[in-house]
């Protein structure tokens, strides 16, 4: 059973710096990895999406890699914001695509 | 990519009462829609998997009489709570795959918090 961890489960850190939230994954036959975030009392916005063939995606200030054979990504956020506070969750797609599992998200806290 | 929204965004009803939730594909022919449930700080779980036109398929543990699912149409799903108890107070979120064809990508809607007294 597919099993996601995500660390840290929080951070907190000044505007301006780069950052690195992990996401671990059990079972490495996945279709896609996926990033969202997730403000509080909202649903989810979707980040990036790396395919199971891919070994990363860059949008604007973000960049997530992927290491199936480790099962492990990485979103990597270049020069946070206050309004990059949120909390980053990320999920596996199985091969089948009919499932997709989340970890418990990383809420991270920009302070200007 | 796909655009879903949900109805309510927040309901708060009595204890025994039944309380539906929509979840509309408002730019994307969905043949299919996913149900997830969030208690605070934790995972979304994934309840059910929404099928257009058929019956829907739940995970291992969500009681599919008390978590009624109707997809009648390409572009609606109903999540309907029968007999709510305080217990069932959660987040639901439904999602989409309106990715292009094949990245099974995920849109998800705004959720709808449930309040049950």
């Known amino acids: 059973k597919q099993e996601v961890t995500q660390i840290p489960a929080a951070l907190s850190v000044p505007e301006g710096e780069n950052l690195v939230l992990n996401c671990s994954f059990t079972?490495?036959?996945?279709?896609?990895l996926q990033w969202f975030r997730q403000d509080p009392g909202k649903g989810l916005t979707s980040l990036l999406l790396?395919?199971?063939?891919?070994r990363e995606q860059t949008s604007g200030r973000l960049n997530a890699s992927l290491d199936k054979s480790s099962g492990r990504s990485t979103l990597y956020i270049a020069a946070s914001q206050p309004g990059d506070s949120a909390t980053y969750l990320c999920?596996?797609?199985?091969?089948?695509?009919?499932?997709?599992?989340f970890g418990k998200g990383t809420t991270l806290s920009v302070s200007s | 990519g796909a655009v879903v929204s949900q109805h309510p965004s927040r309901v708060i009803c009595k204890s025994g009462t039944s309380v539906k939730i929509e979840c509309r594909s408002l730019?994307?022919?969905?043949?299919?829609m996913f149900w997830y449930r969030q208690f605070p700080k934790q995972s979304l779980m994934l309840m059910a998997t929404?099928?257009?036109?058929?019956?829907?398929?739940?995970e291992q543990g969500v009681e599919k009489d008390k978590f009624l699912i109707n997809h009648a149409s390409l572009t609606l799903s109903t999540l309907t709570v029968t007999s709510a108890h305080p217990e069932d107070s959660s987040f639901y979120i439904c999602?989409?795959?309106?990715?292009?064809?094949?990245?099974?990508?995920?849109?998800f809607g705004e959720g709808s918090r449930l309040t049950v007294l």
């Open positions: 999602s989409v795959a309106g990715g292009s064809l094949g990245t099974g990508e995920l849109f």
């Open positions: 079972d490495s036959a996945i279709y896609n």
């Open positions: 790396i395919q199971s063939s891919q």
């Open positions: 999920a596996a797609l199985n091969q089948a695509g009919t499932a997709l599992i």
């Open positions: 730019d994307f022919q969905a043949t299919t």
């Open positions: 929404s099928n257009e036109g058929s019956k829907a398929t739940y």
